[in-house]
T-cell receptor
Framework: DTGVSQDPRHKITKRGQNVTFRCDPISEHNRLYWYRQTLGQGPEFLTYFQNEAQLEKSRLLSNRFSAERPKGSFSTLEIQRTEQGDSAMYLC???????????????FGPGTRLLVL | AQTVTQSQPEMSVQEAETVTLSCTYDTSESNYYLFWYKQPPSRQMILVIRQEAYKQQNATENRFSVNFQKAAKSFSLKISDSQLGDTAMYFCALNTGANSKLTFGKGITLSVRP
């Protein structure tokens, strides 16, 4: 078990370009989450998958953002027409559901730090 | 909606001393889970300790313990015998089960001085 991995770890792009990030969860975890963390703030929830189904999207996730988890394993987060305000750390986490809602521990990846110039 | 508040932005403690990090939260749910996560500089976030709201007993994990006051909606983290490796940002988080998403506080930067 190598933990949650994310690629790339760093991305610098120019405003208006599209970027795509990848997350590989812990292999037996069927839940996958994306969060965004800006400097000096705690992570904010973006979206959540159970297997391949995207079950929840935050209103933070504008129509320029899209996430997929096509086979219920890895996930991608794409940002189209990036803006300077998209600069942040994008964190992925995975878990298995607990017996009670909210019980499970989410395991985080190292994050992808995005800088939009 | 739920909120988590960490009002202390920074704290400093001498190595081997004890420090307490504060957190308050708000939710209308009757059952929920509270977490403290640690994010070392340039390293990934890891779970420190968790507490189930329906359990009255405070959780303990080695040098880490919590003081959970449900009526006051307070969830503080006590670190005993502080070590240099405890230097990190610490985030308090709440999960009510709705979508299983975590709601985080802004975090507190803890520095352990040698």
């Amino acid at each position: 078990d190598t933990g949650v991995s994310q690629d790339p770890r760093h991305k610098i792009t120019k405003r208006g370009q599209n970027v795509t990030f990848r997350c590989d969860p812990i292999s037996e975890h069927n839940r996958l989450y994306w969060y965004r963390q800006t400097l000096g703030q705690g992570p904010e929830f973006l979206t959540y998958f159970q297997n391949e189904a995207q079950l929840e999207k935050s209103r933070l996730l504008s129509n320029r953002f899209s996430a997929e988890r096509p086979k219920g394993s890895f996930s991608t987060l794409e940002i189209q027409r990036t803006e300077q305000g998209d600069s942040a750390m994008y964190l992925c986490a995975s878990s298995t559901p607990g017996l009670a809602g909210g019980e499970e521990t989410q395991y985080f990846g190292p994050g992808t730090r995005l800088l939009v110039l | 909606a739920q909120t988590v508040t960490q009002s202390q932005p920074e704290m400093s403690v001498q190595e081997a001393e004890t420090v307490t990090l504060s957190c308050t939260y708000d939710t209308s749910e009757s059952n929920y889970y509270l977490f403290w996560y640690k994010q070392p500089p340039s390293r990934q976030m890891i779970l420190v300790i968790r507490q189930e709201a329906y359990k009255q007993q405070n959780a303990t994990e080695n040098r880490f313990s919590v003081n959970f006051q449900k009526a006051a909606k307070s969830f503080s983290l006590k670190i005993s015998d502080s070590q240099l490796g405890d230097t990190a940002m610490y985030f308090c988080a709440l999960n009510t089960g709705a979508n299983s998403k975590l709601t985080f506080g802004k975090g507190i930067t803890l520095s352990v001085r040698p």
